[in-house]
């Protein structure tokens, strides 16, 4: 079965620094992979995906990820973190399902990410 | 721009009751999700349905139902609430396609405390 790790649980970084949040997973196929943003009280944004191709990927926001099959990792990064930033960020990892067409997303236990002014 | 919506943002519910999560999108999605967030587990999929009346279990169906009767409306029910079951709901929805995957789209949550 798929997996996901993000063994950050929370990180402080200052406005204007930059970020990276790490993602290591476990699946046995070639992954999609993904990256949600959670701001307080709210449901889940998407930030980025990653199915094949150019292992670096843009996403909203000014964030990017970086396929590494290698390390079987796909970390998030934004070079100038802004407090608006501040929020909970889901790497997820996606297997289909046995329903044609539907795929299951298996989610990382999130990190926390806080800004400081 | 694709809407969930869920009937609740807060409840609060007793021990032993029936409780109804109600979602709705307005997307025209074959897919539908209901997940489970605690803090320090991340998401976890209580079950998910492909298409009208159809559903399957996902990682943690135990103590959950669902219904899937209208392709816009999928209710997660807990049949006798308990404590053990207080957390936030998230539900999502997707496009089904042959081949590819489709962004999952989520409500805003209900966050359930059962007493």
């Not at chain 1, 079965?1 to 950050?8: H, I, L």
């Not at chain 1, 993904?34 to 909203?60: C, E, M």
Request: neutral net charge; aromatic residues 12%; contains cysteine.
């Amino acid at each position: 079965a798929q997996s996901v790790t993000q063994p950050d649980i929370h990180i402080t970084v200052s406005e204007g620094a930059s970020l990276e949040l790490r993602c290591n997973y476990s699946y046995g196929a070639t992954p999609y992979l993904f990256w949600y943003v959670q701001s307080p009280g709210q449901g889940l944004q998407l930030l980025l995906k990653y199915f094949s191709g150019d292992t670096l990927v843009q996403g909203i926001k000014g964030f990017e990820a970086e396929f590494k099959r290698s390390q079987s990792s796909f970390n998030l990064r934004k070079p100038s973190v802004h407090w608006s930033d501040a929020a909970e960020y889901f790497c997820a990892v996606a297997d289909r399902g046995s329903g044609a067409g539907s795929y299951q997303l298996t989610f990382g236990k999130g990190t926390k990410l806080s800004v400081i002014p | 721009d694709v809407k969930v919506t869920q009937s609740s943002r807060y409840l609060v519910k007793r021990t032993g009751e029936k409780v109804f999560l109600e979602c709705v999108q307005d997307m025209d999605h074959e897919n539908m999700f209901w997940y489970r967030q605690d803090p320090g587990l991340g998401l976890r999929l209580i079950y998910f349905s492909y298409d009208v009346k159809m559903k399957e279990k996902g990682d943690i169906p135990e103590g959950y139902s669902v219904s899937r009767e209208k392709k816009e409306r999928f209710s997660l029910i807990l049949e006798s609430a308990s404590t053990n079951q207080t957390s936030m709901y998230l539900c999502a929805s997707s496009l089904k396609l042959g081949s590819s995957y489709n962004e999952q789209f989520f409500g805003p949550g209900t966050r359930l405390t059962v007493l």
